[in-house]
């Protein structure tokens, strides 16, 4: 069973950037789609960007062109590399495996996703 740990949170400046990473005690994470997702308080939680199984990368409009996610097989790590960062980015962000192996495509939605890290907190203030 997969345990996910993020890493790579932090406090910093309206414009900043931070690199969160995603690791594994388990299996490797190569062949799942692995998301990332945050949750503000008092708001639910949303998907952010994902990685396939076959590396086809999506993300949603608030970061695009913003944020990059990629993955380290040789590590086993899964990133997200978040530039020009601003205060609606402030949440808690979670990585989550996939319960399959991926395909082509992901998809930013819970739904597939079996094995959730505990988070990691960004926090973007002046």
Not at 61 to 87: C, H, W
């Amino acid at each position: 069973q997969s345990q996910l740990v993020e890493s790579g949170g932090g406090s910093v400046q309206p414009g900043g950037s931070l690199r969160l990473s995603c690791g594994t005690s388990g299996e490797n994470l190569d062949l799942y789609d692995i998301g990332w997702f945050r949750q503000a308080p008092g708001k639910e939680r949303e998907g952010v960007a994902c990685i396939s199984g076959l590396d086809n990368t999506y993300y949603v409009d608030s970061v695009k062109g913003r944020f990059t996610i990629s993955r380290d097989n040789a590590k086993n790590m899964v990133y997200l590399q978040m530039n020009n960062l601003n205060a609606d980015d402030t949440a808690l962000y979670y990585c989550a495996r996939a319960r399959d192996i991926g395909g082509q495509y992901c998809a930013v939605v819970p739904g597939p996703y079996a094995y959730w890290g505990q988070g990691t907190q960004v926090t973007v203030s002046p």
